[in-house]
């Protein structure tokens, strides 16, 4: 591992360390672009994905976080972002809402059971997720034609609609 790398997984890691129930901000600077780490009330993530040299160092962070959501479109599967989210716990509080998600978002969660709602072109996609271990769950929010599926990476095929108004 290049040095550059090391030391953005050590950022992230102290970022992550400092980040207590109080809200926090941080920078990571890959390359060229930064990304921002974010506390919102308990749940920091880390959202980007933009161009191979962020991808491959969120990737190589990714084991850190319980839960990773990418957002794709189309029959070549090609990255979306800006995507609006919302992580809703078992209860119905939210527990993190962004405006512009994506392509790849990594949250950092306590064990339980959420509802993750994104909409892309008036079509809002929702899935359920229980995170009960250290492994962590990938969901994958894919919008394509009206027949296409929707699937979760880690537990198979989870959402099947006909109509893309159908959640």
Known sequence: MDRRGLLGQTLVVAALAVCGPLPAHAQLVMGRQATVIQTVTTSAYLNGGIGADEQATMRSLAKEFPLRVMFSEGRDGEFLADIPLVILDSGGNSILALRGAGPMLYVMLPRGRYKVSARYK???????????GSNGKDLLFHWGRANERAWDASEGLIHWSLDPGVQ
Do not use: A, E, N, P
């Not at 008036?122 to 009960?132: E, F």
């Open 122 to 132: 008036g079509v809002t996609r929702t899935q359920q997720v229980t995170l009960m």
